[in-house]
């Protein structure tokens, strides 16, 4: 699976951007992972295809939501209420199976991986 990455830009504090991914095969649930400068990569937020559980990372939750086209094979993030610790490499990646929801927070659950759309957020 081939994944397309897009809608990153720089935004302040307290702004809003909606982060757009398209897969090209079939996906079995599809995540949001982050990594800035110096740091690890982090879970933000998975979405299972079947039925469109999410799930999310306590530092995103209420503030991201992780939607999916199924028509469109592509996953949406939007994010609001950014901060400036939101700044970083947003990476979207695509899973060969379906699991329960908590297991799409670790970066093995997927197989794909997107090329990653750069997110700034100014204070």
């Known amino acids: 699976v081939q994944l397309q990455a897009s809608g990153g830009g720089l935004v302040q504090a307290g702004g809003s951007l909606r982060l757009s991914c398209a897969a090209s095969g079939r996906t079995y649930g599809m995540g949001w992972f982050r990594q800035a400068p110096g740091k690890d990569r982090e879970f933000v937020a998975a979405i299972r295809w079947a039925d469109a559980g999410a799930y999310y990372a306590s530092s995103v939750r209420g503030r991201f939501t992780i939607s999916r086209d199924k028509a469109k094979n592509t996953v949406y993030l939007q994010m609001n209420s950014l901060k400036p610790e939101d700044t970083g490499v947003y990476h979207c990646?695509?899973?060969?199976?379906?699991?329960?929801?908590?297991?799409?927070?670790?970066?093995?659950?997927?197989?794909?991986w997107g090329q990653g759309t750069q997110v700034t957020v100014s204070s």
């Open positions: 990646a695509s899973a060969p199976r379906t699991y329960n929801l908590g297991h799409y927070s670790s970066s093995p659950a997927y197989d794909s």
